[in-house]
């Protein structure tokens, strides 16, 4: 069992930053690869960022490449989510979620646990 608790979200205005912070509660954290998601009003989840192991291999959705920068400090069993350059339309509930699966990088679907949400407003 791992819970997974983020932090950060607010309300923001249009071009700004936020940094999005995700405690993991297990001691073996820093085996697992992790990734946050984000979920609109009305929309379906959909995937932001991912990070292996380590914090060598990194993979975003298009979107959001060039502005959010995800990483990990395993000493402190935590993964962020550098978010700059915010546009309205990326209002949400931003998740993470770690994959207790041998993978470097997991695939959507790879995803064991989640946490419980952070909200994210991006006014214009």
């Known amino acids: 069992q791992v819970q997974l608790v983020e932090s950060g979200g607010g309300l923001v205005q249009a071009g700004g930053s936020l940094r999005l912070s995700c405690a993991a509660s297990?001691?073996?954290?820093?085996?697992?690869?992790m990734g946050w998601f984000r979920q609109a009003p009305g929309k379906a989840r959909e995937f932001v960022a991912a990070?292996?192991?380590?914090?060598?291999?990194?993979v975003y959705t298009d979107a959001v490449k060039g502005r959010f920068t995800i990483s990990r400090d395993n000493a402190k069993n935590t993964v962020y989510l550098q978010m700059n350059s915010l546009k309205p339309e990326e209002t949400a509930v931003y998740y993470c979620?770690?994959?207790?699966?041998?993978?470097?990088?997991?695939?959507?679907?790879?995803?064991?646990?989640w946490g419980q949400g952070t909200q994210v407003t991006v006014s214009s």
């Open positions: 979620a770690v994959s207790l699966t041998d993978y470097d990088i997991a695939p959507i679907s790879g995803y064991d646990y």
């Open positions: 297990r001691r073996a954290f820093s085996r697992y690869a």
């Open positions: 990070i292996n192991w380590s914090g060598g291999s990194t």
